[in-house]
């Protein structure tokens, strides 16, 4: 998270006491002139008077002016929507200029001893990973869909044949497509992504499935619906040639199906929670949270 002189802040570190109490602590060290980087230890019961027990530290890096352009150019970097590495030396306490990695470390951030310098080595993921979505369909439970996961770790590229559906901004993860033909986007799509069709036409939806099912490369492949269609689905999907083992990745209906509201909202909402389901149990990992750490570097100028 980036803390500011007047104890601002942007992101987090999972909140409550201990969020407050590095807050604290690097407001503190801004206004002392401490040195740039510094490594505090904290004990969750002692220190803090957590029920919690175990130990953590604290890694404060003191930034100023002649930091922007290295963040820029970082921010810039989180912009091509792929992770990234940087390793820096840390001499007396003055973290070294970042240079970039070729692999990604196994966390997002360590501290390591380099062997040969003797100095402190800063090992730094920026970006977060995100699972691509190709989400087709910009009438009302669409748009909501692209509301509902602007917050999460997804990468929405929003495809539509009608230009004019499409809302003038978006959020910062969504990419609008206009095709005259949205299901040939997928001959593009990489390895791994999510489909999610809601068009406004079944045969546009059922071409997109096809599409998408023979594929055999997404993670995912949902259609919006009720169980008559996707039995419909099912047996069309079967004359065009699809055998069962291919029709048997749809998934339709989509989303929390005990949400039974109808307002695009919720349904929107129910979708979100499943496709973070489904995306953490195919990484068997947390969902990264929030935006990427140059980004909001850059927010203060």
Not at 140 to 151: E, F, M, R, T
Not at 284 to 289: D, W, Y
């Amino acid at each position: 998270m980036v803390v500011t002189p007047d104890g601002g802040f942007y992101g987090t570190i999972g909140g409550g006491t201990l969020e407050f109490e590095t807050i604290r602590r690097a407001v503190t060290a801004i206004r002392e002139g401490a040195a740039s980087f510094m490594l505090q230890n904290v004990s969750l019961g002692p220190d803090l008077g957590q029920c919690c027990g175990g130990r953590t530290q604290i890694a404060i890096e003191i930034l100023t002016a002649s930091s922007l352009e290295m963040a820029e150019a970082l921010s810039r970097k989180e912009a091509e929507r792929h992770p990234f590495s940087t390793e820096a030396h840390v001499v007396n306490g003055v973290v070294q200029p970042r240079r970039l990695l070729s692999a990604s470390p196994t966390s997002r951030i360590s501290l390591q001893h380099d062997q040969g310098t003797g100095n402190q080595l800063l090992i730094e993921q920026f970006g977060s990973r995100r699972r691509e979505l190709y989400l087709f369909g910009a009438g009302h439970v669409g748009k909501a869909v692209v509301l509902a996961l602007a917050p999460l770790p997804f990468n929405v590229t929003w495809i539509d044949s009608r230009a004019g559906q499409f809302p003038v901004a978006v959020p910062g993860n969504v990419w609008k497509v206009a095709n005259s033909d949205p299901a040939a986007i997928l001959d593009q799509a990489p390895d791994g992504a999510f489909v999610l069709a809601m068009t406004h036409s079944h045969a546009l939806d059922e071409d997109i499935m096809a599409r998408a099912l023979l594929h055999q490369r997404f993670d995912y492949c949902g259609v919006i619906g009720s169980k008559t269609k996707r039995a419909r689905f099912l047996k069309r999907l079967k004359a065009r040639g699809l055998t069962d083992t291919l029709t048997a990745n749809m998934v339709c209906p989509v989303g929390v199906t005990t949400v039974r509201s109808k307002e695009p909202a919720s349904i929107a909402a129910g979708i979100a929670v499943d496709l973070l389901v489904r995306d953490e149990a195919r990484n068997h990992q947390q969902a990264a949270a929030g935006g990427g750490l140059a980004q909001k570097l850059t927010l203060g100028q």
